[in-house]
């Protein structure tokens, strides 16, 4: 019962790696806050079978904008009281040539995978240097974890704006680390491999890229949500107050290969 009395802020959290992050929280005690735009009820339930208490946000993090940000974690404080970790899970693939890439389609990812992320880190570390540290028991440790990808390291195929928010937010969670370790927060990041969720459905689905896939992760299967979750709770727990600005693979081995 690592975050007995802790609440847990996961984005992205009506299904796929978010909702599998919220259980993790959930069966070590926390109070998860969930945000999403669609329906919470089915994590709600995961989340109070799993020993936790839920909390559901509705909220559109699309726009990107500071104001949008500071405004969810201001409903988030009103309702939770206080925030211990915040998990940027919450993003969106839009995949096109690059020659035929839309400038819509450029700005959706780059506001929700990136901005939002920023905004969200930027309103909560504000709360917490300013405010939440002094209430918090001594010690404590306000613990920001970002889902970065693969693509953080490497271009993919037709995903040149997922591409170019997930290298950028591995360098946000850098640079927001060395400022802020001295406050006591905690910036890492997790780079998931392939997992099996709605995100990579298109590619599961086209044949050849599955084998080609498949073919390359040393694992020899597809990651599950429910993988990349273990490694959230520790970069969010006290067994990892020394680890800053860090981004952990969890890809079943693909980028050593
Ligand atoms: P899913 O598509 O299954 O889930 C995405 C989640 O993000 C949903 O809960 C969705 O909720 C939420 N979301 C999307 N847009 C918005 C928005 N505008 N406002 C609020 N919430 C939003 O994706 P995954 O679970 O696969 O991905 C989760 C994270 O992991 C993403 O950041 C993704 O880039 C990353 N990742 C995934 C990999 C994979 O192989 N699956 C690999 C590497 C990284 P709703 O639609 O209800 O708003």
Redesign the pocket.
């Known amino acids: 019962m690592k975050f007995k009395n802790k609440v847990v802020v996961v984005?992205?959290?009506?299904?796929?790696?978010?909702q599998a992050i919220c259980v993790a929280f959930a069966k070590e005690g926390a109070t998860v806050v969930g945000?999403?735009?669609?329906d919470l009820a089915e994590t709600g339930a995961a989340v109070d079978a799993a020993g936790g208490k839920f909390i559901a946000n509705n909220?559109?993090?699309?726009t990107g904008t500071q104001k949008e940000s500071a405004d969810v974690i201001a409903q988030i404080l009103a309702k939770a009281g206080q925030i211990d970790v915040l998990v940027n899970?919450?993003?969106?693939?839009r995949r096109a040539p690059a020659k035929d890439f839309s400038e819509a389609d450029w700005n959706a990812v780059i506001a929700?995978?990136l901005n939002s992320p920023f905004f969200l880190m930027q309103a909560v570390g504000k709360w917490w240097i300013e405010n939440g540290r002094t209430k918090a028991p001594e010690n404590s440790r306000l613990k920001l974890v970002n889902?970065a990808?693969?693509l953080s390291f490497q271009g993919g195929i037709t995903v040149p704006a997922y591409a170019a928010s997930k290298h950028a937010i591995a360098g946000v969670t850098k640079a927001l680390s060395n400022e802020w370790a001295k406050e006591r927060i905690n910036v890492n990041a997790i780079a998931?491999?392939?997992?099996a969720?709605?995100?990579?459905k298109a590619l599961r689905e086209d044949a050849g890229r599955n084998k080609a896939i498949l073919d390359r992760i040393p694992e020899g299967r597809w990651g599950a949500?429910e993988d990349i979750a273990g490694g959230c709770v520790f970069l969010a727990s006290g067994d990892s107050d020394y680890l800053n600005g860090a981004v952990l693979n969890i890809d079943g081995g693909w980028l050593g290969r």
């Open positions: 984005t992205g959290a009506s299904r796929g790696i978010g945000v999403a735009r669609s909220a559109d993090l699309g899970n919450a993003g969106i693939i929700t995978n889902i990808s693969l998931p491999g392939y997992i969720t709605e995100n990579t949500a």
